[in-house]
C-alpha cells in the first residue's frame, strides 16, 4: 500500500517546482525545489532537508571562499554556501542536467546581493574534458549519473543525452582555486580523485565527497595519499572521529588546515 501511494504521488507532483526558504541560520534565503530531488523535496520541511549537507556547508565555507559544487543537483549546497561565503565570495555550481540548470539558474537570481555569486555550469565532471553518455533517473533526477555508474536508486534509465564533461585540472586553469569542494557524482567520484588529478596536490581544498559502495579503498588511498585527513561527515567535527576508511559522506581536510577547522 504504501508503495503505490509512494507512485501516486511521484505521478502528481511530477514536474512541480516550489520556491521554498532555507533555515534561519543559514540565512533563510530562496531556493527553487522540485520533484526532480524527490518526493522530500517538495513535502519535507526545509530544517530537514539533508541535514548532513548542510551542516558540512556551515562547517566547510568561511567567509570569502570560493566553494566549488561538483554534482549540485537542486544546489542545497550552493545556496548554503553561498550565504556562509558572503559577498566577497563565489561559487561555481557544475550540473549536467539541463532541466535542473533551469532551477539552479532561477535559484541564483533570487539570491541576497550580500550572498557569493552563484555561477552555474551546465556540465558533468569526469577524469578529462569531452562527451560522455548521461542517465537521466526514471525516478528522481538526484540519482541521474555517467553512463558507466549509478545505483539501484535511480529505478532505471528514462533517457541516455550526450553531454559536456570537463575535468578538474582545466576547471584550475580557467575558474579560481577552490577552498571548499563538494562531491556527489553517483560513482564516479574515483575518477576526478584518484585518476591523475591534481584537485588534491595542489588546490588543497576542505573536500565533502559521497562516496559509492566499491569506492571507499580508493577514495581514501586518494585523501591519505595527499596528507589529508578523512572524517565521517554524519558524525560530529572533531579529531577524535577521524576516520581510517572512507566513509558514505566523508569529510577531508589538508592537515596543514586542521588548525583552522578544528582549533
Known amino acids: 500500500m504504501e508503495k503505490i501511494l509512494r507512485r501516486l504521488l511521484e505521478k502528481l507532483l511530477r514536474g512541480r517546482v516550489r520556491l521554498r526558504k532555507l533555515p534561519d541560520d543559514v540565512g533563510g534565503g530562496k531556493i527553487y525545489m522540485s520533484d526532480a530531488g524527490g518526493l522530500g523535496a517538495l513535502l519535507k520541511p526545509m530544517s530537514k532537508q539533508d541535514p548532513m549537507l548542510i551542516n558540512a556547508a556551515k562547517f566547510m565555507v568561511k567567509p570569502g571562499n570560493v566553494a566549488w559544487d561538483i554534482g549540485g543537483n537542486l544546489g542545497l549546497f550552493s545556496t548554503v554556501a553561498s550565504y556562509m561565503a558572503a559577498s566577497k ?17 532561477k535559484t541564483a537570481r533570487v539570491q541576497s546581493p550580500q550572498n557569493a555569486p552563484m555561477n552555474i555550469i551546465p556540465s558533468a565532471v569526469a577524469n578529462k574534458t569531452g562527451l560522455r553518455e548521461f542517465h537521466l533517473a526514471a525516478r528522481a533526477r538526484a540519482s541521474n549519473s555517467l553512463a558507466d555508474y549509478g545505483n539501484t536508486q535511480q529505478g532505471g534509465v528514462l533517457e541516455t543525452q550526450t553531454v559536456v564533461a570537463l575535468s578538474l585540472d582545466d576547471c584550475l586553469q580557467w575558474l579560481p582555486k577552490p577552498d571548499v569542494v563538494k562531491i556527489d557524482i553517483e560513482g564516479a567520484e574515483h575518477e576526478i580523485l584518484f585518476d591523475g588529478a591534481t584537485l588534491l596536490s595542489t588546490a588543497r581544498p576542505i573536500i565533502l565527497c559521497e562516496v559509492s559502495i566499491g569506492n571507499e579503498e580508493t577514495i581514501g588511498d586518494a585523501f591519505t595519499s595527499n596528507d589529508y585527513v578523512m ?8 579529531m577524535d572521529n577521524k576516520i581510517e576508511k572512507a566513509a558514505w559522506n566523508t569529510l577531508g581536510i589538508p592537515k596543514e588546515k586542521l588548525a583552522d577547522y578544528l582549533p
Open 89 to 105: 565570495g563565489v561559487v561555481y555550481t557544475f550540473e549536467p542536467d539541463v532541466e535542473i540548470v533551469k532551477l539552479l539558474r
Open 231 to 238: 572524517f565521517d561527515a554524519e558524525k560530529e567535527y572533531k
